[in-house]
Every structure is written in structure tokens, then in C-alpha cells.
């Protein structure tokens, strides 16, 4: 185990720095001047070259690179260009926001996925299965711009009338919501975020009813599902034990690996609906030029993938027996 | 002594999308307590089928059967499926050809065991694990105490299927279905097994029906012999009768590609061709395109199964008698059976 530990940290390590890298890379081959973007358009050239200096950027790009490094040592992710707020900050208000959308959104996807995959596996060519198919098809294609339009029209405005609907906009804070702010508490945030949840976890449903549906087909003709038959378990017996926890291994795997991906943004959803997350906040920091706003969402993202895939791998090691972390 | 599993004009037939697919056409045998049955034929010749309708094991959704099987005097063919898993791993029990596949593999092989008890009696998982215990130790598996909680892949294949066999006997069954159980081990090791199998029949006096390709094993254990072709009994005889007076072409091509150290045969008999297609089966014989003694009956009558010699002996052959004795007598010649 701790060999492994060690060697999954020095690659997240490498990785890491790989990613900054490039980050930093594209961002100097973009020919826009962040120092005039932060000065504002009255600023003189002899403002803007003082801008330049106290922002860093008269540095060269290794030496500002270097220093970004040295910092980050220290658990500063720096400070924005544009507003002088600190990134730590930044990340530190938006995460939770992105936080909730997805692990809602993704205990949303296996509720619905793994229910029906497996009635889909179980009754192949059904009219459920085929209605499934239908939903992964419609899925895996809308888009989820067009998904959360759609929802919003419906929820906030055809049923505005009715019990029913639901806020097309803003975010509640679940825990302490800051003074001033319109609402708060875990029931307006829940609320806030029914639509956000189910225009997000469709795309991952669909794949994870494609996934469930055929992971259970296929560890059915396995040779020990006859031979748990042939002792005489009870098919509830065979489905629970012998097929399920089989055919649930990879998408465990996956499941990490996509929660990992989607805490760094989910940029489409966070637009629509106004929530403010990490994605819609790099969206502002990416028209204007916000270097160090940037590269935080970038690392954050990285080191939210780098763990859940470490956390995937050390689960795997606990419910597969033939996995020993060597 | 009374035949504690009879099973009479089974037929199993299978829905494709190409058509209806014969597997098990009629067939019908019986084995006794302490007995041991051989089925033997080549992939596709229903073999395996068979095996899996009598256990109630078929696809219900794409499979249909008739006939009768009938266990220790209760009809059990078609019963509900809670009344079938009531049987199985109780009165019926059945171990398969892969052992590297046929265990669940995320199960400690102690679990799976003591499964097989719980499901079918109430007593402890304390008890069961014993029981599972129990058994390990009697189909040799040394530090049992020990390697119950280990999973399948810290096993070999030869112990694997000593567990199979354990699990298999953990309830004590009538009767214990063998579908090729030695075909994925090494050589000593299908030895091993076999000679395992045989003690433990012994020990709990069950029938066995041992299913296989290899007329080798048939003659390691089998008591009587049903030879199997395009989902049909070709022949049927207790062993020493079917080796020393076989009656079907293709039972003496089965005979002729068996190596046989005291032959001194250049080179092994095969059967040419390749086993008839059970969407389209041949007219007539099914064996005729491949039979080097085929004649213009073969091509359009279905053989009946025919008795030979009064001793239960059957065979489905239309060549006379007499043609059939001279033509083994010069093949058991050629072969060179008796070594000089």
C-alpha cells in the first residue's frame, strides 16, 4: 500500500506541474495585454507599465512561473489581476457551489441509472428497455444548454401557477448564508437546485444506463451466475449477490474518474442557471485575461481529479479481491 | 435396485432468430444409486444441453423441453421455478468444465460454500461455515481451516474444482451432474479429480452422470454409456459392452481417435467433416454425410434406436448385423487393440 501511495503522489506531482505549465504556456500565447484589461481605458502607457509591475508581469515568463510555484508552496493560489481578491478566496466561495451540483447531481444519475440499466439487462427488447434506450439516446445528444432552457420554460413559467415549480436562477447557501442575502438554509438550497441537478445528471445518466444495462448483460452469461443457480440461490439471491456486485466494479472506476472531471466546472449548467461555480467564474476570469483566477479553477480541478482517482484505486483494493496495491 | 433418475424422450429445442434449433431430440436413459452414467459425444452433440434441462438451467425465454424427468418417483420437468431451486443443490447438484469461471470471484470461497447451505437449510452461518470446512477438508484441500476465506484466484485450477465438487456435495445430493469436469485441468490433475469423484460416490452413494468428450474417461468411470450425435442417442450400452462390441459408425470413430499406448498405429482415426448444423440438420441419418459406410437408406430414414444382442445394447445403425460385426472386427484389427 505505501509504495503505491508514494508512487501515485510523485506521478499527481508530475502531473501537476505539467498542467500549470501548459496553462501558463497558452496563456502567454494569447496576444492580450492583461495589465491594460486590469488598468481600465483611461489608463496612460505610463499607468499601464506600473500596473505591469506591480502585477508581475514585466517579469519573464519562467521567473513569473517560478514564483507562481514558490507561492503555491505556501497554499497561495495568488491574488486576480482584475480585482486584487484573493484566488484562495475565489475558489474557496465557488467550490462549494460546484460541489453541490455535482455530488447531487451524481447521487441523481446512479438513482436513476442503476435502477433502470439493470431493468433494461433483465428484460432486453421490453417496451421498458426500449424506452430506455430512448432516454439514453435523447441523453447522450441534448445538450444541456437546450435541457436547462427547456426545464426552465416548463418549471418556471408554463407552471409558475402551480406547486410545482421551481427557481430558474440563483444559488441558496445550505449552511450560514452571508447577511444580506436573499435566502439560505438546506430547503431553499435544495430548492434552488431540483433544475441545476436534473438538467446536469442526464448526460451521466444516459451513459450510466447504457453502462449498468450492459455490464449486467454480460456478467449474466457469466459461468458463475449458473453456478449460483445451480446450488439453488433465488434469482433475487443471484441478482444481489452474484451479478450486481460484479457488474458495479467498473462503474465505480468511472464514476470517480467523471466526479473528478466535473468538480473542476460544469460551465454549461452553472451559465443557465446562474449558479455561481467554479465554471462560471473561470468563464469571467477567461474574457478577462485573470491569469492567477484561472490557473487556481486549473489546479483545483487537477487536484480534485488526482484524488478521486487515488480514492477510486484505494476503494477498488477494498471491494475487488483479486486487486492487491502493490 | 430402482433408477433414482429416469429421464424419457427428453427433447429441448431452442428459439434463434435463424429458426428452431433441435439440441436434445428424444433422448431417454437411467442412472441408479452408486452408478455412474458417461454421456459422450463432440461439441453440439446436445450433451451439455441435456444436462441443463434435467437441472432446470435453460434460458426459459428462448428454450422449450417435453419429455419426463423423473427423480427418485416425482416428475420434475416443468415444475415451478421455486419448486426446481428447492431441488437444485439439494437432491441434484452439478459442477461444470471451467473452474477458473464457474466461481464468483469477489466471494471468499467460504461464502460461496456456506451459500449453498443457508439457502436451502436454516441453521447458522457459524454452522454453515463449518460445514463448508467439512467439505474442504474431505475433497483434499489442505490448511481448509485456513484457506476457507481465501478468494477463487488464490487457487488453481485443480483445487478450484475440488471446491466446485465440495459445493456441489455440501447438501448432500442424489444426484451429481459432471459436464466436463476434467476437460480445462492438466492430465494428472483430471486424475486426480476423477479418482476424487469416485471415492466421494462411494462415500455418499450418489448417482453420478458424467458428461464428456474424452472416451477415456468413460472408461475411468462410467458404469453405462450413452453416445450422443445431433442431439440424438446414437448408441447406449454399459461400457464394457460398448467397448468391446460398439455398433455405430461413429462410436467407432470416437473409438479410433482414442490414443491407446499398446497400439502401434501410425496414425490417429478421425472422423472427417464437421458435426451436422441442428438449425438444418441432415435428412435422415444425421451421421450419414460423415459415415464412410453411408448408403441410399441413410440419406432418407431416420434410423429408430434398435436393440442388439438382448444385453440393453441399443444403437441407431441401419447396417445389417452381420456387416456391422465384420466391418468392427477388421477396424478393431487395424486398429491393433490387441497389442502384440
Known amino acids: ?326 | 435396485m430402482t433408477a433414482i433418475l429416469q429421464v424419457s424422450d427428453l427433447k429441448t429445442s431452442f428459439r434463434t432468430d435463424d429458426g428452431i434449433v433441435k439440441a436434445v431430440d428424444g433422448v431417454s436413459f437411467s442412472v441408479d444409486k452408486g452408478q455412474t452414467l458417461g454421456i459422450v459425444g463432440e461439441s453440439g452433440s446436445g450433451k451439455s444441453v441435456t444436462s441443463l434441462t434435467i437441472m432446470g438451467l435453460n434460458d426459459k425465454r428462448a428454450a422449450t423441453s417435453s419429455g419426463s424427468v423423473v427423480l427418485d418417483g416425482t416428475e420434475i420437468l416443468g415444475v415451478s421455478a421455486s419448486q426446481l431451486q428447492e431441488i437444485r443443490g439439494t437432491r441434484m447438484a452439478m459442477i461444470f468444465q471451467d473452474p477458473m469461471t464457474s466461481l464468483n470471484p469477489v466471494k471468499s470461497i467460504g461464502w460461496q460454500l456456506a451459500e449453498a447451505v443457508l439457502v436451502h437449510n436454516d441453521v447458522t452461518k457459524k454452522a454453515a461455515r463449518d460445514r463448508a470446512t467439512e467439505l474442504l477438508e474431505q475433497v483434499g484441500i489442505p490448511n481448509s481451516e485456513r484457506r476457507v476465506d481465501d478468494y477463487p484466484h488464490q487457487f488453481s485450477g485443480g483445487m478450484r474444482q475440488r471446491v466446485m465438487i465440495a459445493m456441489a456435495l455440501i447438501n448432500n445430493p442424489d444426484v451429481l451432474i459432471a459436464d466436463e469436469p476434467t476437460t480445462a485441468l492438466d492430465v494428472t490433475t483430471q486424475a486426480q479429480i476423477l479418482l476424487l469423484m469416485k471415492r466421494l460416490q462411494d462415500e455418499y452413494n450418489m448417482a453420478i452422470i458424467m458428461i464428456t468428450h474424452d472416451l477415456g474417461v468413460i472408461a475411468e468411470v462410467a458404469d453405462d454409456v450413452v453416445v450422443m450425435y445431433g442431439g440424438k442417442v446414437v448408441e447406449q450400452a454399459s461400457v464394457g459392452e460398448l467397448f468391446d462390441r460398439p455398433q455405430h459408425p461413429y462410436t467407432w470413430g470416437l473409438l479410433g481417435s482414442l490414443p491407446r499406448l499398446d497400439s502401434r498405429a501410425d496414425r490417429l482415426e478421425q472422423i472427417p467433416g464437421q458435426p451436422p448444423s441442428l438449425l438444418r440438420p441432415p435428412t435422415g441419418c444425421a451421421f450419414h454425410p460423415r459415415c464412410e459406410f453411408v448408403f441410399d437408406r441413410c440419406r432418407s430414414e431416420v434410423p429408430p434406436l434398435i436393440d442388439f444382442g438382448g444385453a440393453n445394447h441399443l444403437h441407431r445403425c441401419l447396417l445389417g448385423d452381420g456387416m456391422r460385426q465384420e466391418i468392427w472386427a477388421k477396424k478393431k484389427a487395424a486398429m491393433k487393440v490387441e497389442a502384440a
Open chain 1, 1 to 326: 500500500m505505501f509504495p503505491f501511495l508514494v508512487r501515485r503522489i510523485l506521478w499527481a506531482i508530475a502531473l501537476f506541474l505539467a498542467t500549470t505549465v501548459i496553462t501558463y504556456l497558452i496563456f502567454f500565447i494569447i496576444p492580450a495585454d492583461p495589465a491594460a484589461l486590469a488598468c481600465g481605458k483611461a489608463c496612460t502607457p505610463a499607468d499601464v507599465a506600473r500596473v505591469k509591475h506591480s502585477l508581475g508581469l514585466d517579469l519573464p515568463v519562467y521567473q513569473q512561473y517560478w514564483n507562481y510555484l514558490v507561492r503555491l508552496l505556501h497554499g497561495n493560489l495568488g491574488t486576480s489581476f482584475v480585482n486584487r481578491q484573493s484566488v484562495n478566496h475565489i475558489i474557496g466561495s465557488t467550490a462549494p457551489v460546484t460541489a453541490s451540483l455535482v455530488f447531487g447531481g451524481a447521487i441523481f444519475w446512479l438513482l436513476l441509472s442503476i435502477p433502470l440499466g439493470v431493468y433494461s439487462a433483465l428484460h432486453p427488447r421490453s417496451v421498458g428497455d426500449r424506452a430506455g434506450m430512448t432516454f439514453v439516446l435523447f441523453g447522450i445528444s441534448a445538450h444541456p444548454v437546450w435541457i436547462g432552457l427547456i426545464l426552465s420554460y416548463i418549471f418556471g413559467y408554463v407552471l409558475r401557477n402551480f406547486v410545482i415549480h421551481t427557481p430558474i436562477a440563483g444559488y441558496c447557501e445550505a449552511i450560514s448564508p452571508p447577511f444580506g442575502s436573499s435566502c439560505g438554509g438546506p430547503v431553499q438550497w435544495a430548492y434552488h437546485l431540483i433544475l441545476p441537478w436534473t438538467t446536469f445528471m442526464v448526460l451521466f445518466a444516459a451513459l450510466y444506463v447504457r453502462l449498468v444495462r450492459a455490464n449486467v448483460m454480460e456478467t449474466l452469461t457469466e459461468d458463475f451466475v449458473r453456478t449460483a443457480r445451480a446450488k439453488g440461490a433465488g434469482e433475487s439471491r443471484v441478482m444481489v449477490q452474484h451479478v450486481l456486485r460484479n457488474s458495479l466494479l467498473p462503474v465505480v472506476t468511472i464514476l470517480g474518474m467523471d466526479i473528478g472531471l466535473a468538480l473542476g466546472g460544469a460551465i454549461f449548467t452553472e451559465s443557465i442557471f446562474g449558479l455561481p461555480g467554479l465554471g462560471r467564474r473561470v468563464l469571467t476570469a477567461y474574457n478577462q485575461n485573470d491569469l492567477p483566477v484561472i490557473l487556481g479553477v486549473v489546479v483545483f480541478a487537477t487536484v480534485a481529479v488526482i484524488i478521486f482517482n487515488l480514492v477510486v484505486d484505494m476503494l477498488y483494493a477494498v471491494i475487488d479481491p483479486r486487486i492487491r496495491l502493490a
